[in-house]
Each structure stands twice: as C-alpha cells, then as structure tokens.
C-alpha cells in the first residue's frame, strides 16, 4: 500500500483546531475551527473522494479518538460518505497508552511503529492513508515512510497554534504531482517526498 497524508492548514502553517473551535484547546489555543466552511464543493467533493479510495487508515491516539467520536458514532456522520469509507475499512493506531479502541475494526499499533507500519505498506492494496495526526505525519516524514503527502491550505492566519512542521527539524525536498485553487482561495497540493533539497553553494 501507499502510504499517504492529507493535512489541512493555514497559510502559517498552523494544522490545530481546524475543526470545531472546542476540538483543541491546548496550550492556550482559542482560535479553533478556521476550517469549517472553507472550500467550495469541488473542494469538498476532493477530500470525499480522496477517503473513499482509501484501503485503511492510520491514525494518532488524538485524531483516532476525535474521529471515533465523530465519524464512528454519531448515525449522520457515519451515513455520510467519508463516514462510510472510515466505518468500512480497516482502522490502525498508533498509540502506546490505548488498550481498548472502541472503534470497530481497530488494531492498535504498540511496539515498534516503523516495522508494523512497513509491514502494512508491504500489503497488496492502494492506499493507507494519515488524516490530520499531526505528530504521527512528522514522525512518518521523519523516519521516510510517506509516500505522497495533501496539503490542503486555507488562506487564513492564525498567529498561534501547533504548527504541522516544526521550527527546527529534517529538511525534505518535495515533487509536485497535482495543484489546483478554488473558488473561495484554498488550495490543494499533492507532494512526493523527494529526498534532501539541494542548497545553493558559496
């Protein structure tokens, strides 16, 4: 499988609280929910398709949780197609401290993510994809396993909030495989991890 990542953010890079404004509230953050609304329906019809192609999901404890609250248990959301998708495939976590996912289909990674993860690569099938998981997707561009990475990017800034790359950190060059901006400002783009960038010499 492909292992890809779909990462919602401000133009500041910030990816915290992108949903409902009480989502996340760490660190003193207050300025949740930028997300909601933006984006026109080709937009929306992107991210829908995107979850729908996919033949299992790789989740943070966070993010896990948010969406087993949401997309795993409210009957609207469930009914929807991002929530048919998330309900009908097989669902990964990665999480040291979860004993028991209340989410079915749930398989709890513990012990030595990078070889479970490669593991799960190594299956026939598309697509495994990372939705938000923050901490999950660095360490994942960390450690080279992200095959593809979607940035979708919401023309606001926020001034606060964790941020989806780090201040200091690895450096990675990337590829362009698709752009497109809509009507309302947000762009959508699809990056190939390419290895190191290269520097300008003296």
Do not use: C
Request: charged share 25%.
């Amino acid at each position: 499988m492909k292992l890809t990542t779909m990462t919602q953010v401000t133009l500041d890079g910030v990816m915290q609280g992108n949903g409902a404004a009480s989502d996340d509230r760490r660190n003193g953050f207050e300025r949740g929910g930028w997300a909601r609304g933006a984006g026109d329906d080709e937009t929306r019809t992107f991210i829908t398709q995107t979850y729908q192609r996919a033949d299992a999901f790789l989740f943070g404890r966070r993010t896990y949780e948010l969406f087993a609250g949401s997309w795993g248990s409210i009957d609207q959301m469930r009914a929807h197609p991002i929530g048919v998708a998330l309900n009908e495939a097989p669902k990964y976590v990665a999480s040291t401290t979860l004993t028991a996912p209340r989410w079915e289909d749930t398989t709890v990674l513990r012990d030595d993510l990078g070889a479970a993860i490669s593991e799960l690569k190594a299956k026939p099938g598309g697509e495994l994809q990372v939705h938000g998981s923050g901490a999950l997707t660095r360490w994942l561009l960390e450690n080279d396993l992200v095959d593809e990475m979607t940035l979708i990017v919401i023309p606001v800034i926020l001034g606060q909030g964790a941020r989806l790359f780090p201040e200091t950190g690895p450096d990675l060059a990337l590829d362009l495989v698709e752009s497109r901006v809509d009507s309302k400002g947000v762009t959508i783009q699809v990056y190939r991890p390419a290895g190191r960038p290269r520097y300008a010499t003296a």
